[in-house]
């Protein structure tokens, strides 16, 4: 079972940036696809971004071209990259690498 570990959120004012990582044990994020997700107060759980092994990127349409997915593989690590926050993108983030999910990053965005 792998355990992704999320870092990087936090508060910050709208049209500001966070970059949030997403790193596991083992080698195991350089050889598979990893997702980003998050869940707002009150919502479902909804699609941010996901990188193949190879490094083909997938942003969702919302958040496009404010979200870009990058992967360091010697790093092990997998960054989301957000620009030009707002407020509505105040939610926690999560990792998925295989079917497993990390603990998750509060990102909060304040108007």
């Known amino acids: 079972q792998v355990q992704p570990v999320e870092s990087g959120g936090g508060l910050v004012q709208a049209g500001g940036s966070l970059r949030l990582s997403c790193g596991a044990s083992?080698?195991?994020?350089?050889?598979?696809?990893v997702g980003w997700y998050r869940q707002a107060p009150g919502k479902q759980r909804e699609f941010v971004a996901a990188?193949?092994?190879?490094?083909?990127?997938t942003v969702a349409n919302s958040m496009r071209g404010r979200f870009f997915i990058s992967r360091d593989n010697p790093k092990n690590t997998v960054y989301l990259q957000m620009n030009s926050l707002k407020p509505e993108d105040t939610a926690v983030y999560y990792c998925?690498?295989?079917?497993?999910w990390g603990q998750g990053t509060q990102v909060t965005v304040s108007s």
């Open positions: 083992g080698g195991i994020v350089s050889l598979n696809p």
């Open positions: 990188i193949t092994a190879g490094g083909a990127a």
């Open positions: 998925k690498i295989r079917n497993d």
